[in-house]
């Protein structure tokens, strides 16, 4: 089974707008990534947040946290063309390590 | 800025052909993932090593894939025979720590090697 999982599938926005994605998870975990992946590319890593921590910040990348409710959410701000590609939680869980299967965003020019 | 090399990065075969790809991670980097992405999915693992030994390799299916990683520096993944299922991109991916480690683990990518098999 599956243990991360983000929300939206997709997501269009105009360019400016701000993007939420959200990634729910199942067990306990030792740290949540966030990557991004451009159309037939490798994946770029954006941010790690630790099991301890409830908010990171990355330039104009919000990470937030909550183990209470087995949540994470990446908030990108003032969005620009170049945002657009596939966005990945990875949560980090004892051995393992596992993907989400993804939240694709557009943003239009 | 140091990257994760792999090769080829586009590949066509034959169903029961034999197919190889090759990875060479980041210099110092002592883990080193393969992963298989299917279109519009995330990346599952196949195998993770720890220098030149496997760590996991519990989701690679052993009857016609193999890995290695002999010097424990750059890595071969090997399809044989290949079948029309494997069509996939095969990411290489490389960090300083395990992912399981408390350091963190931030794994860096290669572009991939998109297979397509007709």
């Known amino acids: 089974s599956q243990q991360g999982e983000e929300d939206p599938q997709a997501l269009s926005i105009q360019e400016g707008e701000n993007a939420t994605m959200n990634c729910s998870y199942k067990?306990?975990?030792?740290?949540l990534q966030w990557y991004r992946q451009n159309s037939g590319r490798g994946l770029v890593h954006l941010i790690l947040?630790?099991?301890?921590?409830r908010e990171k910040h990355s330039g104009r990348l919000r990470v937030t946290l909550d183990t209470s409710k087995k949540s994470s959410s990446l908030l990108i701000t003032a969005s620009r063309a170049a945002d657009t590609a596939s966005y990945f939680c990875?949560?980090?869980?004892?051995?393992?390590?596992?993907f989400g299967p993804g939240t694709r965003l557009s943003v239009l020019p | 800025e140091a990257e994760v090399a792999q090769s080829p990065r586009y590949k066509i075969t034959e169903k029961s052909q034999a197919v190889a790809f090759w990875c060479d991670p980041i210099?110092?980097?002592?883990?080193l993932y393969w992963y298989r992405q299917i279109l519009g999915q995330g990346p599952e693992l196949l195998v993770q090593f720890q220098d030149e030994s496997v760590v996991d390799d519990s989701q690679l299916p052993k009857d016609r894939f193999s890995a290695e990683r002999l010097k424990g520096v750059d890595s071969t993944l090997k399809i044989q025979p290949a079948e029309l299922g494997d069509s996939a991109m095969y990411l290489c991916?490389?960090?300083?720590?395990?992912?399981?480690?408390?350091?963190?683990?931030?794994?860096?990518f290669g572009e991939g090697s998109r297979l397509t098999v007709l």
């Open positions: 210099s110092g980097h002592a883990t």
């Open positions: 991916a490389s960090s300083l720590y395990p992912t399981s480690a408390n350091r963190g683990g931030e794994l860096f």
């Open positions: 990875a949560t980090g869980y004892g051995q393992n390590f596992v």
């Open positions: 947040i630790r099991s301890n921590e």
């Open positions: 067990t306990s975990i030792n740290n």
